[in-house]
C-alpha cells in the first residue's frame, strides 16, 4: 500500500452512506462519513484502506489533549504513509468535537493520517487543507481514552 503513487481505485457507491467502526485496543468508536460526494477521495480512500486491512496494527502517535487524537501512520511517528496524497476536499465544516479529519502538511493532505477532534477546533476551517470526512456517532469516550501508542486493530466498514 505505501508504494502507492495515486488514489485507490473507486469502492465506493457514492448513493450509499458508509460507516467505519474503529476497533482499539481501549475499545471501538464509529465513524459516519460525510456524503461521499462532498468528499469522493477522501471518502474512498479511508474505505480502501480500511479494506485492504493498512490500519490494522497501526498506532495513535499523536495525542493532544482538548484537541485531537491523530493515527494511520505506518512509521508511528507522523512522517509515513501512501507515496501519494489526496486533493484539497475542503469542505464546510465547523470541526467540532469528534470530527474526523485528514491529517496535512505542507506536501498536501495525508494519504493515510487522520484525525479525531477532541474539542472543538473552528480554526480548522482557515489554518490549511484538512478534508473533513465523517463525524464520531458512539465512542467518544474511547477516543478520550486513548494514548500514544495505543493500536488500531481492525477497521469494519458497513454500507447502507
Known amino acids: ?3 502507492r503513487t495515486t488514489p485507490p481505485p473507486t469502492v465506493i457507491d457514492a448513493t450509499k452512506k458508509y460507516t467505519a467502526t474503529v476497533h482499539t ?3 471501538a468508536f464509529t465513524i459516519t462519513f460525510v456524503d461521499p460526494k462532498v468528499a469522493p477521495e477522501t471518502v474512498n480512500n479511508f474505505v480502501y484502506l480500511s479494506q485492504n486491512h493498512f490500519y490494522d496494527g497501526l498506532t495513535f502517535h499523536r495525542v493532544v489533549p482538548g484537541f485531537v487524537v491523530q493515527g494511520g501512520d505506518p512509521l508511528g511517528n507522523g512522517t509515513g504513509g501512501p ?15 469528534g470530527t474526523a479529519g485528514m491529517a496535512s ?18 480554526f480548522l476551517a482557515t489554518s490549511g487543507v484538512y478534508n473533513h470526512f465523517g463525524s464520531v456517532t458512539s465512542g467518544m469516550d474511547v477516543i478520550d481514552s486513548i494514548q500514544v501508542g495505543d493500536r488500531m486493530t481492525s477497521i469494519d466498514i458497513t454500507a447502507s
Open 25 to 27: 485496543s481501549r475499545g
Open 105 to 122: 502538511s505542507a506536501a498536501g493532505v495525508s494519504g493515510s493520517q487522520f484525525f479525531i477532534t477532541t474539542g472543538d477546533a473552528p
Open 83 to 97: 507515496a501519494y496524497k489526496l486533493p484539497n476536499e475542503t469542505n464546510p465544516s465547523k470541526w467540532p468535537r
Open 1 to 3: 500500500m505505501e508504494q
